[in-house]
C-alpha cells in the first residue's frame, strides 16, 4: 500500500496544482475562452470544381439542355440540306471515279476536306448568326425560339441565292402553297428541299465536265491496245498513270477546288 502511494504521488500533486483556489477565483466570464471557433456551414462553402448549368436567355435550364440536344441531332442533317457540303462532296467522289481510283483519296480525306470548304464558304454566314442570334440570346434579350427564328434568316438568304426557279416551283406546287409573290414569301419548308435539290444537279453537273477529258483518254489508250493487238492487257493500265499524269501537270487540285469556290461568290 505505502508502495502505491508513493507511486501515486507525482500524479496527485499534478491534480493538485491544476484545481483553482477557492478563495480568488476569477468569475467563468472574465477567463478566455478556449472553445475553437465553429467551421463554416458546408452549405455555404462553394466547391471551385462544382459545374453548375443554368439557362441561356431567358429560358430555363431544362429548355436549354433540350433545345442543345436537338441541334446536335440535326447537325448532320443542317449540313447536308442547307450548306454547300453535299455539291462539294459529290464533285470530289466523280473526280476520284474519272481518274480510275477506289479508294485514294479516301472517304474521310474527302469528306475532311469538304468540311474544311463549307466551313470556309459558311464563315460569314456564321458571322451574322452569331450577331444577330446568338449574342441577344446569351444577353437574355430574346427567347429561344426567337433566336431561331431569327438565325434562319441568314441562311435562307444563302440557300435563295443558289436555288433554282425551277425547284422552288416544283415544291411550292407540291406544298399545295399560295403562289408566293417575291423570294420573302417562301417558308423555309420550301426552300430547303429546293435548295438540295439544285445542289444536287449542280454538283452532278460539274462531276460529268469532270469526266469528259478523262473518258477521252480511256477511249484513246482503249483503241490504241486494240488496234495494236494487245488485247489482255487491260487498258486502264496504261490509262490510270496517264490520267494521274495529266491531273498532277495542271494542278487538277487547285483548278478544281478554284471552280467550286467561284461558282459560290
Known amino acids: 500500500m505505502l ?23 476569477e468569475p467563468l466570464a472574465s477567463q478566455p475562452s478556449t472553445v475553437p471557433a465553429m467551421p463554416p456551414s458546408p452549405a455555404t462553402q462553394t466547391d471551385p470544381n462544382e459545374i453548375r448549368i443554368t439557362g441561356i ?14 441541334l446536335l ?18 464533285v470530289f467522289h ?23 470548304l463549307t466551313f470556309f464558304l459558311m464563315q460569314p454566314v456564321g458571322a451574322t ?18 433566336a431561331l427564328a431569327r438565325g434562319t434568316v441568314p441562311v ?24 408566293p409573290r417575291n423570294t420573302d414569301d417562301l417558308s ?35 483503241s490504241i491496245t486494240t488496234s495494236v493487238g494487245m488485247l489482255q492487257l487491260p487498258p486502264v493500265v496504261i490509262s490510270t498513270p496517264l490520267k494521274l499524269l495529266l491531273f498532277v501537270m495542271v494542278d487538277g487540285w487547285n483548278l478544281v477546288i478554284g471552280s467550286l469556290m467561284r461558282s459560290f461568290s
Not at 94 to 116: D, H, K, S
Open 94 to 116: 466523280f473526280l476520284r471515279q474519272a481518274l480510275g481510283l477506289q479508294t485514294t483519296p479516301t472517304n474521310q480525306t474527302l469528306i475532311g476536306l469538304a468540311l474544311v
Open 156 to 179: 435562307r438568304k444563302f440557300m435563295l441565292h443558289f436555288v433554282r426557279e425551277k425547284d422552288v416551283a416544283l415544291f411550292v406546287e407540291l406544298s399545295k402553297e399560295p403562289r
Open 129 to 146: 448568326i452569331y450577331q444577330t442570334s446568338v449574342l441577344p440570346l446569351q444577353e437574355g434579350h430574346i427567347s429561344a425560339m426567337d
Open 188 to 222: 423555309l419548308r420550301v426552300v430547303a428541299p429546293a435548295y438540295v435539290l439544285s445542289e444536287l444537279r449542280m454538283g452532278f453537273q460539274i462531276g460529268t465536265v469532270l469526266f469528259l477529258p478523262f473518258l477521252v483518254i480511256d477511249m484513246v489508250v482503249a
Open 3 to 25: 508502495t502505491m502511494f508513493v507511486m501515486m504521488g507525482p500524479w496527485l500533486g499534478v491534480a493538485k496544482a491544476h484545481q483553482p483556489p477557492s478563495g480568488g477565483a
Open 73 to 90: 441531332t440535326l447537325i448532320p442533317s443542317l449540313l447536308l440540306c442547307m450548306t454547300p457540303f453535299a455539291r462539294l462532296l459529290i
Open 57 to 70: 436567355g431567358k429560358g430555363s435550364t431544362s429548355w436549354s439542355i433540350v433545345v442543345l440536344l436537338t
